[in-house]
């Protein structure tokens, strides 16, 4: 496949994003790791219900807004959409360290998930405006490699809610000012794409419009389901292992919340740097090269969820973390080509608006996963049981991306 080579500015780019994604995910994970704080000094929160209820809050607030931040996105400015969502979210992060209640607490949840919404769809989109030949998935990769990076440092944040001399709410203030300061040299220094001739001249489409277009498109309606059953596990392995792991070993909290993140993201890392080379090389023998790779992804995840679901049973920390290990490498392949395979069924135009809706219908699935995981949790049901029908949606997921078909007149991508 012909394609352009990327400027430096396009690696610039994804080196402006990368700190921007591990805030994304750093702010939003860290309070899984200082769950027990948390917990412990807001006295009106008792029931694991509460908590579960209070991680499916943010996710369905970000899965309504998130095609709404896409649309935005591709109607007006991907920067500015990157800027503002970064400021805002940084904001709600320092304010979350100063609630002293559980309504508080899942208000600041509750605009936390508004103001993180509008971020992805954007950042992947213009990374993809900005690599539009054979660098696109490893792009997309090192930016997701950022993701992986803040979850991994919101697992230590346990150690920081267990030192009296920091505290979980400290911890708060600290990232959100960081996200603060961050936001202002950002938008300096970021830009978009200019766009083409023919780009120029074509008029920016209504949201009626996009939204038809996507959701008459086969393929795409396909990516979504693909997008969503994993993400069913995948929200509970992020929101629920420090407690699970803490829980079924009788580890400390700082202890179970690096071993929930540190081990699967790392392995999460080198996947999608992995992946990432491993599909666009694949491109160059055939246009399904990055659906491929996902597959093989989403392949390795399946028996990762049995061994996570049947190590506490088995009494086994070891077994846990080879099974978190390989779920990472799973994952990797999987989530560094989403955005990839979505440029190849869905025009530039239509791209943050289409990943939007992919995280609207997944994140609104993986919160009522949280929710339902906490109350089966209160229940009793068994661990194996639940991952268990986990590993039995992945199953379903590698036959759906192999049923997506890409489209000849949107490769090679200069021609969009």
């Known amino acids: 496949m012909n394609s352009p080579s990327p400027g430096r500015y396009a690696w610039i780019v994804v080196a402006l994003l990368f700190p921007v994604a591990l805030l994304n995910y750093l702010d939003r994970q860290m309070i899984a790791a200082m769950k027990l704080s948390v917990m412990g000094d807001v006295h009106d929160m008792a029931l694991e219900s509460q908590w579960g209820y209070m991680l499916g809050q943010f996710k369905w607030v970000y899965a309504f807004f998130s095609p709404i931040g896409g649309y935005v996105a591709d ?197 999608a740097f992995g992946g990432g080379w491993l599909a666009d090389k694949w491109m160059g023998r055939t246009r399904r090269g990055r659906i491929y790779v996902s597959a093989i992804g989403m392949a390795l995840i ?17 077994l846990a973390i080879a099974s978190l290990v390989l779920f990472g490498i799973g994952w990797g392949f999987f989530d560094t080509n989403n955005m990839p395979i979505l440029c190849q069924i869905a025009k530039p135009e239509l791209r943050a608006t289409g990943y939007g809706i992919m995280n609207f219908v997944s994140i609104s699935c993986g919160g009522f996963a949280d929710w339902g995981f906490g109350a089966m949790r209160d229940r009793d049901v068994p661990l194996n049981a639940i991952f268990g029908v986990f590993a039995a949606a992945c199953v379903i997921s590698v036959v759906l991306v192999l049923l997506i078909r890409p489209r000849s007149d949107l490769e090679p991508d200069s021609g969009t």
């Open 75 to 271: 109607r007006f400015s991907r920067r500015w959409t990157i800027g503002g969502s970064l400021l805002g979210w940084s904001l709600i992060t320092w304010l979350t360290g100063h609630v002293t209640s559980y309504d508080g607490l899942l208000w600041t949840r509750t605009a936390m998930g508004l103001s993180e919404a509008f971020y992805i769809p954007a950042a992947l989109a213009l990374i993809s405006d900005y690599h539009r030949g054979d660098t696109r998935s490893r792009a997309t990769g090192i930016h997701q490699m950022g993701i992986y990076c803040g979850v991994i440092l919101g697992g230590f944040a346990g150690y920081a809610a267990d030192a009296p001399a920091i505290g979980w709410r400290s911890t708060f203030n600290f990232t959100g000012l960081v996200g603060i300061l961050y936001a202002f040299p950002l938008l300096f220094l970021l830009r978009d794409r200019p766009r083409g001739n023919g780009e120029n001249s074509a008029p920016k489409p209504k949201a009626v419009h996009s939204v038809r277009a996507l959701l008459t498109n086969g393929s795409f309606l396909l990516l979504v389901l693909y997008f969503t059953l994993p993400a069913l596990a995948g929200w509970v392995v992020r929101d629920w292992m420090p407690a699970i792991l803490q829980q079924s070993f009788n580890i400390s909290q700082g202890l179970a919340g690096v071993s929930a993140t540190l081990y699967w993201q790392a392995a999460a890392i080198v996947a």
């Open 302 to 318: 399946i028996p990762a969820l049995f061994g996570v679901g049947n190590a506490p049973g088995l009494g086994s920390f070891s």
